[in-house]
Nanobody, 124 residues
């Protein structure tokens, strides 16, 4: 089992920046990839970004490419999402997730463990 706890959400102005963190504990060695998803009220959960833990290969949704950066700290078992040039459309609850098995499709693959989420609100 892997436990995930997000932090760093808050209120920011459009055009601003915000960094999110996800602390992983438990059987962290079982995580092949970790990712960020988000869900706005009345909307489906959508993929934001993911990273393969061992080699650092990343995948981004087109909507955030060039604005968001996903990274991880192997020693601290922590996942990060640095967000810049934020837009009102980025307002959502952001969730950290972990996938156990390898995949060639980081965006479309099923993730096995989820955090409780952290709210990001972008005002304009």
């Amino acid at each position: 089992q892997v436990q995930l706890v997000e932090s760093g959400g808050g209120l920011v102005q459009a055009g601003g920046s915000l960094g999110l963190s996800c602390a992983a504990s438990g059987r962290t060695s079982s995580s092949y990839a970790m990712g960020w998803f988000r869900q706005a009220p009345g909307k489906e959960r959508e993929f934001v970004a993911a990273i393969i833990w061992n080699n650092g290969i990343t995948k981004y949704a087109d909507s955030v490419k060039g604005r968001f950066t996903i990274s991880r700290d192997n020693a601290r078992n922590t996942l990060y999402l640095q967000m810049s040039s934020l837009k009102s459309e980025d307002t959502a609850v952001y969730y950290c997730a972990s996938r156990r098995w390898g995949t060639a499709d980081l965006m479309g693959a099923t993730y096995d463990f989820w955090g409780q989420g952290t709210q990001v609100t972008v005002s304009s």
